[in-house]
C-alpha cells in the first residue's frame, strides 16, 4: 500500500516548520498530602513501555520516591514507592533501562538529622527488587545521586553531588558493575572549593565512555556559575572538558546530556544575559570535544526560559524540552526539535489549567516518531499544588502505514512545471510512513 500524507500545502517558502507530534496521552499523579508532586525522570523500554521516577508527597511522610510504569497506551503496569528510614523527604532524579530490560533509579534518601545519602534501586522489567544500594559521601552531608547511565556489558554509572564542609559541594561521578560493585569514582572541585553540581551523565553503551554535565563557582575569575562538561574514559581518566559563561560573569549551568550515534555530545541548560533574564542554551560537541555548534533561546516575553532536558532520536535529531516565561509571568512546558546540523524542526508547548508555572523535567526519544515528556503542573485550582505529569506525544500516521518516518520539503518554481500544471513558489511537505511503502504520484 502506498503512504502519503501532505502536511502543510500552501506555504510561502521559509514560512513553516515541519508538524509538530500530537499528544498521544497524558497522566497525572496527585500524592494524597495534595502537595509537590514531580517527576525527574523518564525513559522508554521494551515494547515501547514507559517509566518515569520523582516523587510525591504523602501524608505524615513527606515526600517519597515514585517509579511508575505504563505500557505503550499509557496503562499503569507496576508501582514503586519508597520511604527513607526517617519519613522525611526523598526523591528519585533519573531512571535508566539496561539491556536486560531492568530498571535503574537513582536519587536520594534523607537517612539521619540533616544528611541525605545517595539511593540506587534497581527494579526487574516487572518491577521487583533486583538490588538497592547507598553512598554516604567522604563527609556524610547533603549527596544527591542526579543521573543515571548504562554502559557496556549493563554497568551502572552515577552522578551527583557530594558536600564538603563550607558547605560546599563537589562533582562526584561513580561506575558499577551490574550487581552494584563498584569500579571507579571520581570527583572534581573547582580551583577555590566553592559550590560544583553535576546534574546529569551519558554513557556509550559501546566504549564505555562517559560524558558529565553540570555546573562549577568560578568566583577565583569573577563569575559565579558556570556552564561545565566533562569526559572520562572506561576506566575513569580524563577526557576533555570544556567550561563556558556566557558573557554576564552570572550563573550558567547545564542540566541534561546525551549522545547521538556518532558520539556527538549534546548538552542543554541556561545562561544568563547580559540584562539578567535566562535564555535556553544548547552546545554540541564532537566525541573529542571540540564544540560543533551553540545556540540559544528566549521566549517573547520578559522573564527566565532554561533547558532541562535531551534526548536524541534515531534520525540523531535532537529533542530539547524546557521552560517558557508567557506574558503573564508564568511558566509552560516548551519542548523544541532540532535537525542534527541545530536547525529547528518544530517546536509545541504546554500549559496547565491554572495558569500558574508548569515545567518539564525530563524527555525521552522512542520507537520512530514517539516521545515521552515529563515533569509538574501547578493545580491551585484543584486545591493542589503540583501534580507530576507524564505526557506521550506521537507524529500522525498516513493511511495505517505507522509513525511517520521522513519528511521533505518541496519549494516549486514559479513558473509552469513539466507536469503542465503551474506554480506561484509555494512550498509543501511531504512525509512517508514507516512500513517502506512506496509514493503514490502526486
Not at 517509566?51 to 510525591?56: I, K, L, R, S
Not at 563537589?170 to 570527583?187: H, N, P, Q
Not at 544575559?273 to 573529542?288: C, F, M, Q, T, V
Not at 564544540?291 to 527566565?304: F, N, P, R, V
Request: overall charge negative; glycine content about 14%.
Amino acid at each position: 500500500m502506498a503512504c502519503l500524507l501532505l502536511l502543510a500545502a500552501l506555504m510561502k517558502p521559509g514560512a513553516g516548520l515541519a508538524a509538530a507530534p500530537v499528544l498521544s496521552w497524558s497522566r497525572t499523579v496527585n500524592g494524597s498530602a495534595d502537595g509537590t508532586d514531580q517527576a525527574n525522570g523518564v525513559t522508554f523500554g521494551p515494547s515501547s513501555a514507559v517509566f518515569v521516577a520523582g516523587f510525591q508527597t504523602v501524608t505524615g511522610e513527606g515526600q517519597n520516591w515514585i517509579v511508575r510504569a505504563y505500557d505503550s497506551a499509557g496503562n499503569v503496569q507496576w508501582t514503586r514507592t519508597w520511604d527513607g528510614p526517617n519519613s522525611t523527604d526523598d526523591g528519585a532524579n533519573a531512571v535508566a533501562v539496561d539491556g536486560t530490560g531492568a530498571v535503574v533509579v537513582a536519587g536520594f534518601e534523607w537517612f539521619n538529622a540533616g544528611d541525605d545519602r545517595w539511593l540506587v534501586q534497581k527494579y526487574s522489567a516487572a518491577g521487583g527488587d533486583v538490588m538497592s544500594f547507598n553512598f554516604n559521601g567522604l563527609v556524610g552531608a547533603a549527596n544527591h545521586a542526579t543521573g543515571v547511565g548504562i554502559g557496556p556489558s549493563d554497568q551502572i554509572t552515577i552522578t551527583g553531588w557530594d558536600q564538603y564542609a563550607g558547605p560546599s559541594t563537589g562533582w562526584m561521578v561513580r561506575t558499577y558493575d551490574s550487581a552494584g560493585g563498584i569500579l571507579w569514582s571520581r570527583t572534581y572541585r573547582d580551583p577555590w572549593g566553592d559550590t560544583d553540581r553535576s546534574y546529569a551523565v551519558a554513557v556509550n553503551a559501546k566504549s564505555g565512555v562517559v560524558v558529565v554535565a553540570g555546573d562549577e563557582e568560578r568566583n577565583d575569575l569573577g563569575e559565579t556559575y558556570n556552564f561545565t562538561v566533562r569526559s572520562y574514559d572506561s576506566a575513569g581518566n580524563d577526557n576533555w572538558s570544556d567550561m563556558y559563561d556566557g558573557g554576564s560573569g552570572q550563573g550558567d549551568g547545564a542540566r541534561a546530556i546525551a549522545l547521538d550515534s556518532s558520539a556527538n555530545v549534546i548538552v542543554v541548560g541556561a545562561t544568563v544575559l547580559p540584562a539578567g533574564d535566562e535564555d535556553w542554551l544548547i552546545r554540541k560537541y564532537n566525541s573529542a570535544g571540540s564544540l560543533l555548534w551553540s545556540k540559544g533561546y528566549g521566549g517573547s516575553a520578559a522573564g527566565d526560559d532554561g533547558a532541562n532536558a535531551v534526548a536524541v532520536d534515531s534520525s540523531d535529531n535532537i529533542i530539547v524540552a524546557g521552560t517558557e516565561t508567557t506574558s503573564n509571568g508564568d511558566t509552560d512546558w516548551l519542548v523544541r526539535a532540532y535537525s542534527p546540523a541545530g536547525a529547528l524542526l518544530w517546536s509545541l508547548t504546554y500549559g496547565g489549567a491554572s495558569g500558574e508555572d508548569d515545567s518539564p523535567r525530563a524527555v525521552a526519544a522512542g520507537a520512530p516518531g514517539d516521545i515521552v515528556v515529563a515533569g509538574y503542573e501547578t493545580r491551585s485550582d484543584l486545591g493542589e499544588a503540583e501534580n507530576l505529569v507524564v505526557r506521550k506525544y506521537i507524529f500522525p500516521t498516513s493511511g495505517g502505514c505507522g509513525p511517520l518516518a521522513w519528511t521533505t520539503m518541496t519549494s516549486m518554481p514559479t513558473a509552469r512545471d513539466g507536469a503542465g500544471g503551474t506554480s506561484d513558489g509555494i512550498t509543501f511537505y511531504v512525509v512517508g510512513g514507516s512500513n517502506g511503502s512506496n509514493l503514490t504520484k502526486l
